[in-house]
């Protein structure tokens, strides 16, 4: 049997333009795009990957399934009818990107309707959340995906959740901070960044990030920095920094956190060594650093270096 790993949360459609002016469809979103380089990873014998998520029932919504399932990974998806994916639309102007987004009516947003999925989840499966996929819900949503992770941790399931902060998606910043913390408190691990948690949380450094979710029940908190090291502190007493190589070139930092996840949990999944887990997860985000876009291919010779 296969080990699974299961991501949550909001797949949209992207709009990006092209040299010639036109526009390209594609499909990204930060839960997405760690489910997507996990499936890049490793092969379909050794990891189960799949995204739960909810679209509508219009040709966007077909066309985004079809995408999931070509990358090689399940989709558990419910279908909400009449509605359909969050967007968005990626405008160049003298090289700044910047970005449009109509998501607040997306079929995602009842993604907690149908946990089904959770259910089944246990020993041997890592379940993967974040701050968005909590942020899009509605309060009474959040209470029952967080009930239903808690009940798979209490299976044995790892719990894993990035607190990727977006201040756009709370009405209030103190609101962000308390579902963050209620949302963390049924994960084992945590993936901070630490650049988003200083400026909400006002911790003075890293150290301070990873007590903050330690002591709210993290097993093990894994704070990036950017360019910057990356602290690594666990309730076992396990604690040390690493520093990222420099990039060679940094092109577009798009999903920079998200491959870091993503080759993190897939190397700590099958080895439970953290040190080679933070080295695989700086690998894969250097290459994807490295070039335009949320999801970079990753090629044989990539996955020498990521692994
Ligand atoms: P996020 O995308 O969530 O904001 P970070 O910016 O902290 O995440 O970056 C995640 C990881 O990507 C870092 O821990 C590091 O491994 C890598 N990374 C990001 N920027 C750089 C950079 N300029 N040089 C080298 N590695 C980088």
Same mark, same amino acid.
């Given at each position: 049997?296969?080990?699974? !790993?299961?991501?949550?949360?909001?797949?949209?459609?992207?709009?990006?333009?092209?040299?010639? @002016?036109?526009?390209?469809?594609?499909?990204?979103?930060?839960?997405?795009?760690?489910?997507?380089?996990?499936?890049?990873?490793?092969?379909?014998?050794?990891?189960?990957?799949? +995204? /739960?998520?909810?679209?509508?029932?219009?040709?966007?919504?077909?066309?985004?399934?079809?995408?999931?399932?070509?990358?090689?990974?399940?989709?558990?998806?419910?279908?909400?009818?009449?509605?359909?994916?969050?967007?968005?639309?990626?405008? /160049?102007?003298?090289?700044? =990107?910047?970005?449009? +987004?109509?998501?607040?009516?997306?079929?995602?947003?009842?993604?907690?309707?149908?946990?089904?999925?959770?259910?089944?989840?246990?020993?041997?499966?890592?379940?993967? !959340?974040? @701050?968005?996929?909590?942020?899009?819900?509605?309060?009474?949503?959040?209470? =029952?995906?967080?009930?239903?992770?808690?009940?798979?941790?209490?299976?044995?399931?790892?719990?894993?959740?990035?607190?990727?902060?977006?201040?756009?998606?709370?009405?209030?910043?103190?609101?962000?901070?308390?579902?963050?913390?209620?949302?963390?408190?049924?994960?084992?691990?945590?993936?901070?960044? !630490?650049?988003?948690?200083? @400026?909400?949380?006002?911790?003075?450094?890293?150290?301070?990030?990873?007590?903050? +979710?330690?002591?709210?029940?993290?097993?093990?908190?894994?704070?990036?920095?950017?360019?910057?090291?990356?602290?690594?502190?666990?309730?076992?007493?396990?604690?040390?920094?690493?520093?990222?190589?420099?990039?060679?070139?940094?092109?577009?930092?798009?999903?920079?956190?998200?491959?870091?996840?993503?080759? !993190?949990?897939?190397?700590?999944?099958?080895?439970?060594?953290?040190?080679?887990?933070?080295?695989?997860?700086?690998?894969?985000?250097?290459?994807?650093?490295?070039?335009? @876009?949320?999801?970079?291919?990753?090629? =044989?010779?990539?996955?020498?270096?990521?692994?």
């Amino acid at each position: 049997m296969p080990m699974r !790993f299961l991501a949550i949360g909001e797949c949209m459609v992207e709009f990006s333009p092209t040299p010639s @002016g036109t526009y390209a469809v594609g499909f990204a979103g930060d839960t997405f795009n760690t489910a997507w380089y996990a499936s890049q990873l490793t092969d379909t014998e050794k990891l189960d990957v799949g +995204y /739960l998520s909810a679209v509508g029932d219009d040709a966007l919504s077909g066309q985004l399934t079809d995408f999931i399932e070509a990358a090689g990974i399940r989709p558990l998806m419910a279908t909400v009818p009449g509605a359909a994916p969050g967007m968005y639309m990626i405008f /160049l102007s003298e090289g700044e =990107r910047s970005f449009q +987004y109509w998501r607040s009516q997306s079929a995602a947003r009842h993604l907690a309707d149908d946990l089904t999925a959770l259910e089944t989840a246990g020993e041997g499966d890592l379940l993967y !959340f974040s @701050g968005i996929t909590v942020a899009i819900l509605a309060e009474t949503a959040r209470d =029952r995906l967080l009930a239903a992770l808690q009940a798979a941790a209490g299976r044995g399931a790892e719990i894993v959740f990035d607190p990727n902060l977006r201040p756009r998606l709370w009405p209030a910043s103190d609101e962000m901070c308390r579902w963050t913390m209620k949302a963390a408190s049924v994960a084992g691990i945590v993936l901070p960044s !630490f650049e988003d948690e200083a @400026g909400h949380f006002k911790d003075t450094d890293e150290a301070a990030t990873a007590a903050r +979710y330690l002591a709210n029940g993290a097993r093990l908190v894994v704070v990036k920095n950017g360019a910057g090291p990356i602290l690594v502190r666990g309730a076992d007493g396990d604690s040390f920094q690493y520093q990222p190589e420099p990039a060679s070139t940094v092109v577009d930092t798009t999903a920079a956190g998200d491959s870091f996840n993503a080759a !993190f949990l897939v190397e700590y999944m099958e080895r439970a060594r953290t040190r080679e887990a933070v080295r695989a997860g700086c690998a894969l985000a250097a290459h994807v650093i490295g070039s335009r @876009g949320a999801l970079v291919p990753v090629t =044989r010779m990539d996955l020498i270096a990521c692994r």
